[in-house]
């Protein structure tokens, strides 16, 4: 036993701890100011509330500790009307402190002799608690989303609660953010969702939360809203862009080709001049002088840190790559030749875009078809116009960035419907490089329309990473759509009888049925592709981060799709029909996921097709091409709908294809819940067929995933029971219990735990008062899941 004494300002009193156990101090004295020159140590499960005004740091003899066990950690709780005052380097909170208030408090945190104050302003009286790690924000996790390049090797921040709230870090000279960036202007908060560190809106204070202005060697940075503390709880200070390759130096030693490498092979450190003709293979360097032309064939690529210059140019065939880090400096001169996919008919569309700087809209009529002996193989050309009003228009020169459309002419050998061959359009002139920035709008009246859609392309002679360019684009909705026919132009009209986008995101995506594989995320150079605008006045940007040295070879056609976050647990839904009609859709469970609109994980219907199947947004009605929902529950209901461009009768059929993680197993079956007929389908045991005459059919079919005999009787099988009562989850089961999971209703995993096989279980619950879900695994590998709500 020993005695330690916080002395206050006027009185001292003492108070007799117990080293290592639990123990309550309350401490409410109006006006007093408690000071604390012992050491204090609040162990796991333990915590000592402080109801006075002030807790007074004293000196350095005097330390302030709690544990940092996960979940169970000590903690110092202030009131309200709790303040803080003496707080250094000598003398911090050590550990976990905790605020119930809504008006910002600072905590004074730190760890390994650094004081690293974070402020917090609930957005509710459910207590936050802080904590200060001194260690690199990478041990959490060192995945990070396009819109940051790094995050801090120094320190990072544990915060926690219920609910939500405004954050603020803070910053010092041990931070060494000037090391990070030169402006505080490029500084960011960052939080940790599970999978990776992910920009959350911040603005750095004219004047730190600790006093004096904001610069690289003090200061903070606060949040513009509330932050979800269950959607994030590590937090850090990181620096704004898309993670790009570094900028290496210069080695200072010149690599010659004169008929080979001289002294040896360049690498990326090397400056190269080429002085006569060039047809090696790949290369990199650090800078590039063209005495004599580089020609590079298909799969090849070369690799520039900084500038290229010289009068000759690389030669580049369609599905090579150049590809530079530096923004600011000077690019090469090249002639690329743009080969379409090796089936295209008369009157089909192609959309295109510029990898060269200016206008190249002359250089058009030098398209040609492979076994062709005349040049102009396209007859008709047009931009696209976004906003009210907008649409399709000619075409009369070319914009870097922007996308266009140009149409096969009815010449040899496009004489007939039947007649195929791939076109070839050469570009030529100074490659695009660095920052290209576009402004876009959307038609507000009809925000998820055709005119709110804008036609972009990639400006690049190498690919870019959908992925990275949809992330850092934040005015845009997280899809890209990217053009295909289902079936022949008939050229009077120049109207598909089906036509059809290919839509990426996240989650997978959806396809025409001409298209025998999938697009696997990489923008070849020179291919157009739609996106959404979210905004009225918006900006899209492309920047080097995004370009790739492969996966050149997508444009205007697929490949096989390239992996995404796991788990991945989704399938297809086709629907086929009279006149070629195909309709696809894609349903995915994903942990990233959740019931609102997400995105880059959810995609809406962008089809001109005479039939079209969709899922059905609950939250607004949208059509859905590519619906993502949270982690998978078999109770789960996706409501689906189809649309028809006129009211003749005619049969359609409803398949499932491509199913992948959960749905590829014994143990779930997809069933198509027909509510006109009240039939429950497997659509395991084949396709399912009906008719309508009815141009917009909702509320009739839905997906589920137990028939009505299985959903009535569910639970009673195993007989599964569970409650929560007084903050504690009790099941009980008829089998042996092997695994239980909990999630809220976003579909949000917030806990899970193995269990050694017993019949009962149970364990605290100290969450908010919701609704949330409990998947109880039995030893049998059925799964029960439960709906429980939490009436505190």
Request: proline share 4%; charged share 15%; hydrophobic share 35%.
């Amino acid at each position: 036993m020993k005695t330690i004494t916080i002395k206050q300002k006027k009185n001292s009193v003492p108070i007799n701890w117990m080293f290592l156990v639990l123990f309550v101090l309350v401490v409410n004295t109006i006006n007093a100011q408690f000071q604390n020159n012992e050491p204090l140590y609040i162990g796991d499960n333990g915590y000592v509330y402080i109801g006075a005004d002030t807790y007074y740091f004293g000196t350095s003899s005097g330390q302030t500790t709690t544990t940092r066990t996960p979940l169970t950690h000590g903690k110092l709780i202030f009131s309200s009307t709790s303040t803080t005052n003496g707080a250094s380097d000598a003398h911090y909170l050590d550990g976990y402190g905790s605020v119930i208030t809504t008006t910002p408090f600072i905590l004074p945190v730190g760890q390994s002799g650094i004081c690293a104050p974070a402020r917090v302003t609930p957005s509710s009286l459910a207590p936050v608690d802080v904590a200060y790690y001194r260690a690199s924000a990478n041990s959490i996790g060192n995945a990070l989303d396009a819109t940051i390049s790094s995050v801090s090797n120094n320190e990072y921040w544990d915060i926690r609660g219920l609910n939500s709230a405004v954050i603020s870090l803070t910053w010092r000279t041990s931070s060494a953010i000037s090391a990070m960036v030169a402006s505080t202007s490029d500084l960011t908060i960052a939080g940790f969702n599970g999978v990776k560190w992910v920009q959350i809106p911040s603005s750095v204070d004219g004047t730190s939360i600790l006093g004096g202005s904001s610069t690289t060697a003090n200061g903070s940075i606060t949040t513009l809203a509330n932050v979800n503390l269950s959607t994030f709880y590590y937090f850090t200070i990181a620096v704004k862009g898309i993670a790009c390759p570094p900028l290496i130096p210069s080695s200072g030693v010149t690599k010659t080709w004169s008929g080979s490498w001289i002294p040896s092979s360049p690498t990326l450190s090397d400056p190269v001049v080429i002085n006569t003709a060039y047809s090696a293979g790949s290369f990199a360097c650090n800078s590039l002088v063209l005495n004599a032309d580089v020609t590079l064939a298909d799969g090849q690529n070369i690799e520039i840190i900084n500038g290229a210059t010289g009068a000759a140019k690389i030669i580049m065939s369609s599905e090579a790559s150049v590809l530079q880090r530096a923004s600011s400096v000077s690019a090469p001169k090249i002639e690329l030749t743009k080969r379409t996919r090796s089936v295209m008919r008369r009157f089909d569309y192609v959309y295109w875009g510029t990898p060269i700087s200016g206008n190249a809209f002359s250089q058009l009529s030098g398209a040609q078809a492979s076994t062709a002996s005349l040049a102009n193989a396209f007859d008709l050309k047009y931009k696209y116009v976004t906003g009210a009003g907008g649409g399709w228009q000619t075409l009369t020169t070319t914009e870097v960035g922007k996308g266009f459309i140009a149409r096969i002419k009815q010449q040899a050998p496009f004489s007939n419907a039947t007649n195929t061959d791939f076109i070839n359009l050469k570009f030529t002139g100074v490659a695009n490089n660095g920052d290209i920035a576009l402004g876009i709008t959307n038609n507000l009246s009809s925000p998820n329309g055709g005119t709110s859609h804008v036609l972009l392309s990639n400006p690049y002679p190498s690919a870019i990473d959908a992925y990275k360019f949809l992330e850092y684009n934040t005015d845009i909705d997280g899809v890209v759509y990217l053009w295909t026919s289902g079936t022949v132009n008939n050229g009077g009209s120049q109207l598909y009888t089906q036509a059809d986008y290919i839509a990426y995101t996240l989650a997978g995506n959806v396809v025409p049925s001409n298209i025998p594989s999938s697009f696997n995320g990489k923008i070849a150079s020179g291919q157009g592709f739609k996106v959404k605008s979210l905004t009225n006045s918006g900006t899209v940007t492309f920047t080097n981060c995004m370009r790739l040295t492969d996966n050149n070879n997508q444009f205007n056609k697929t490949s096989q799709e390239t992996a995404i976050l796991e788990p991945k647990d989704r399938f297809k839904l086709n629907m086929t029909g009279n006149n070629g009609v195909f309709s696809q859709i894609l349903i995915a469970y994903l942990p990233q996921a959740s019931l609102n609109y997400d995105r880059m994980y959810d995609a809406g219907r962008n089809s001109v097709s005479t039939a079209q199947l969709y899922s059905v947004f609950e939250g607004d009605g949208r059509k859905l091409a590519i619906n993502a929902r949270p982690n998978f529950f078999d109770t789960d209901i996706v409501p689906l709908g189809i649309s028809k461009s006129n009211t003749t009768q005619e049969d359609f059929t409803i398949s499932i294809s491509e199913k992948e993680g959960v749905f590829n197993t014994n143990g779930v079956q997809v069933y198509l819940h027909d509510n006109l007929v009240g039939t429950y389908f497997n659509l395991a045991n084949g396709d399912y067929t009906f008719s309508t005459n009815t141009t917009s059919l909702e509320g009739r079919f839905e997906i589920v995933y137990q028939s009505n005999a299985l959903a009535n009787n569910q639970f009673d099988f195993s007989s599964v029971v569970a409650n929560i009562k007084n903050q504690t989850l009790n099941i009980k089961a008829s089998l042996a219990i092997t695994n239980v999971e909990i999630y809220d209703i976003s579909g949000k995993k917030i806990y899970e735990t193995k269990v050694e096989n017993n019949t009962n279980f149970s364990t605290p619950f100290n969450h908010a008062q919701a609704i949330y879900i409990v998947k109880v695994k039995l030893e049998n590998e059925k799964i029960a899941s439960i709906k429980l709500i939490n009436e505190k």
